[in-house]
């Protein structure tokens, strides 16, 4: 049984990832309006054929896209809970593929797609048809497919959906739902342009309305001879009713202060890149290929112009804001970004796809814990990592700092993209934009000193979570980063631990002499293949803060 398909390029899942949801849903057992269990899938006579059709379609045709991101699975191989491996299924998956989209060409329109994968367990070969998510629906006979049984006859026009387990024809009110969500996927672009439009007419307008009530005032002045203390509440108001600014605005505008107008700004730069990194019009494609690196540059090269405003901002306000007057809008920007992106109803996606729409999260908390550290922003830092990232679909919640290993599905495009083969090169190009984008804002130290320091303490993150977790000690890992590679990071790294600082032990929740043990003993397994963590070469974190600190 062939199984070279490799799925992370065109499904949500790569192979070893899909073989745990398909087991798990075998163990379970329940058939349900996407799954579909088969003890074998034969397509020999005109029967099996149109059943297997019927099956397909049905399972194309029935929208839930609460579960596996609306993708659909004919499990085959299986009987009662259990692997119990085929006998008469074809075993060639590429083979079986092609014969199935033969059939489907043949009498099906518009064609669904299939991808049939192949697997063994103890020895025992089963397989799927995995069914994804298509926005082009009914998928329904184009012609009559005559059997010698009348019953498995199929006429043109006749189509099929999953009722829970069963398989019944599609009814009007099947089509009314079908239509009502192919509707909603077509206007969601048209729905997001207009959300981004109504933001930035919003701003206009308050810019315009505060810019002509400057002009008009300075105007009477000038032409009265009225000095700024003649200009009360009521001659202000009065100006402002006769310019047509209405209550709601005039409120606001006396209400608001410098600080709240530039935090909302702030706030409103976030949610510009959210909308974008989740829409689908936009330049950033959900199936992205390799081997096209102008492409593939493009694509990373527009995020960062578009979050080079916010990522400035950012490190300004943690850098110069000594009062923290422009925290709370500053964490209100990092929890815009901190969202799980799924991809929109109907649309298909893989993981590159999924993880390269992190990298504004993952660019933005690099900058945020390299300028924290170089500021002894301990506290700042806390809060932001009390940030969760929340997936609006489960419901469910992790730690903001799970952005890394998304980065694990997105290094391909970066190498490709930059046609380099770097260990990291995500956390490389992160490096190149951060010093050209605020190296100015960071002078105090170096490039080197800014960028490691930060990197470092970020690592940590993880490891702090794996004890939380009560992980065994050798799966107590950092983060991965430039630091593993570079020998100037093991001598940055030193000399921070030697400063001493008072917020940095504060920052985890476990004593930091543990967390320092676990970076000595297992940082060097978060090198990339084929890489050597040579920039740890005689570090010792934990003896280096031990010693300083008499323990």
């Known amino acids: 049984m062939t199984n070279e398909m490799n799925t992370q390029e065109i499904l949500p899942w790569d192979n070893d990832e899909l073989k745990r949801l398909l087991e798990v849903l075998i163990s379970h057992g329940t ?14 006579t005109p029967e099996e054929k149109s059943e297997l059709l019927k099956d397909i379609t049905a399972i194309a045709n029935t929208h839930d896209e609460n579960n596996y991101g609306g993708y659909g699975f004919l499990i085959y191989g299986v009987k009662a809970k259990s692997i119990v491996g085929i006998t008469e299924t074809e075993t060639n998956t590429d083979k079986f593929q092609n014969n199935i989209e033969q059939l489907l060409k043949t009498y099906i329109a518009p064609m669904p797609s299939i991808y049939v994968l192949g697997f063994k367990t103890d020895e025992k070969q089963w397989g799927s048809i995995i069914i994804p998510p298509h926005s082009n629906k009914p998928h329904m006979f184009f012609k009559d497919f005559s059997c010698t049984n009348p019953a498995k006859s199929r006429k043109k026009g006749e189509w099929f959906v999953r009722r829970g387990s069963t398989t019944d024809p599609g009814l009007p009110e099947d089509l009314s739902i079908i239509m009502q969500k192919q509707t909603e996927l077509f206007i969601e672009p048209i729905r997001e342009s207009m959300r981004g439009l109504q933001l930035r007419m919003a701003k206009i307008e308050e810019q315009y309305n505060s810019a002509l009530f400057t002009l008009v005032e300075n105007g009477i002045k000038s032409l009265s001879g009225s000095k ?22 005039r409120l606001k505008q ?12 702030l706030i409103t730069e976030a949610k510009t890149i959210l909308n974008y990194i989740e829409g689908t ?18 694509i990373i090269t527009n995020l960062e112009e578009k979050l080079r405003t916010l990522q400035i901002s950012i490190a300004t306000i943690i850098i110069n804001d000594k009062k923290g007057e422009y925290t709370d809008p500053l964490l209100r920007a990092i929890k815009i970004l901190a969202k799980s992106i799924n991809a929109p109803s109907g649309i298909q996606y893989n993981r590159i796809g999924e993880a390269i729409r992190y990298y504004p999260l993952y660019l933005i908390m690099y900058t945020v814990f390299i300028c924290a550290v170089m500021a002894n922003r301990g506290i700042l830092l806390k809060q932001i990592l009390a940030i969760p990232i929340k997936d609006q679909r489960t419901r469910t919640s992790s730690l903001i700092t799970d952005f890394y290993f998304f980065s694990y599905y997105a290094k391909e495009l970066f190498n490709d993209a930059f046609k380099h083969k770097w260990c990291e090169p995500i956390s490389h190009r992160v490096r190149q934009i951060i010093s050209d984008n605020i190296n100015e804002i960071t002078s105090e130290f170096s490039e080197a000193e800014c960028f490691f320091r930060g990197e470092f303490v970020l690592s940590l993150v993880n490891i702090d979570k794996c004890i939380n977790e009560k992980e065994q000690h050798e ?77």
């Open 31 to 44: 058939e349900t309006s996407k799954v579909d269990f088969k003890a074998e899938i034969k397509i020999t």
């Open 228 to 249: 700024a203390s003649d200009f009360n509440e009521e001659t202000s108001a009065d100006i402002e009713r006769a310019l047509g600014v209405d209550l709601p605005n």
């Open 254 to 265: 006396k209400l608001r202060t410098p600080k709240d107008s530039l935090g909302e700004d």
């Open 281 to 298: 019009n936009t330049e950033i494609p959900w199936i992205p290929q390799l081997n096209d690196s102008e492409t593939n540059k493009k």
């Open 475 to 551: 799966h107590q890992v950092p983060l991965g980063g430039e630091y593993l590679y570079y020998r100037e990071a093991s001598e940055v790294i030193q000399e921070f631990l030697l400063e001493n600082q008072e917020w940095f032990p504060k920052l985890y929740s476990n004593p930091i002499n543990e967390i320092l043990i676990a970076f000595d003993n297992n940082s060097s397994k978060m090198a990339g293949s084929g890489c050597i963590a040579s920039g740890l070469f005689g570090l010792n974190t934990s003896k280096i803060y031990n010693d300083l600190n008499g323990v």
